[in-house]
């Protein structure tokens, strides 16, 4: 199994740029998630989904969009560029909820600079 | 309510010493405590968890002593080594909760 795979690795924006963050799983995971990781701040979540089809903001959604048409793949739009959203993105899944004790299973990151 | 917050930021100890990083809640129905380990360059990584029945949980060098009344956990890591230099992340839960929230991280070196 590769586990959580994400791309691109790095990768540069201008301000007002528009790119889609890939994000595979084949562990068969219900649950996948995106969060992003600034520096002595955390991980964030941006978007969840419980399934394929359904999804749900997190804590800080704006500027970002999300879908879940399968299983495996949740990708993450940014559609206007900002500097603000200069960070590092990771994706992860879990077989089930959080709540029940299933571990989060990340991705290697996503580090993106906008300029 | 739904925050964790962890201490200290960043902390510094030498081989064979033991850090102890600490997290608190507000969240009376948070009901489950991962802590997760994170290398530079690489996505996080359980490292271990334990639920609020039990005051301490051990696995290998890694301790987590869980404080109910006071609504606090920690981690402490025996005969710390080079290697265990990363961020740690502590983060809780609640049943049915969907989400895990997690602290602000702590990055731990180790000297040799």
């Known amino acids: 199994n590769a586990g959580v795979t994400q791309t691109p690795k790095f990768r540069i924006l201008k301000i007002g740029q528009s790119m889609t963050l890939q994000c595979t799983q084949d562990m068969n995971h219900n649950y996948m998630y995106w969060y992003r990781q600034d520096p002595g701040m955390g991980l964030k979540l941006i978007y969840y989904?419980?399934?394929?089809?359904?999804?749900d903001k997190g804590e800080v959604p704006n500027g970002y969009n999300v879908s879940r048409s399968t299983t495996e793949d949740f990708p993450l739009r940014l559609e206007l560029a900002a500097p603000s959203q200069t960070s590092v993105y990771f994706c992860?899944?879990?077989?089930?909820?959080?709540?029940?004790?299933?571990?989060?299973?990340f991705g290697p990151g996503t580090r993106l600079l906008v300029l | 309510q739904q925050q964790v917050k962890q201490s200290p930021q960043s902390l510094i100890v030498q081989k064979g010493g033991i850090p102890i990083i600490n997290c608190a809640y507000e969240n009376t129905a948070f009901d489950y405590f991962p802590w997760y380990q994170q290398f530079p360059g690489k996505g996080p990584a359980l490292l271990i968890a334990i639920r609020p029945d039990v005051s301490e949980k051990k696995e290998g060098r890694f301790t987590i002593s869980f404080n109910k009344s006071a609504k606090q956990f920690s981690l402490h890591i025996m005969d710390s080594q080079p290697g265990d230099s990363a961020t740690y992340f502590c983060?809780?839960?609640?049943?049915?909760?969907?989400?895990?929230?997690f602290g602000q991280g702590t990055r731990l070196t180790i000297n040799p």
């Open positions: 989904s419980v399934g394929a089809g359904i999804t």
């Open positions: 983060a809780a839960s609640s049943m049915g909760a969907q989400k895990l929230v």
């Open positions: 992860a899944s879990s077989l089930g909820l959080a709540g029940v004790q299933e571990t989060q299973y």
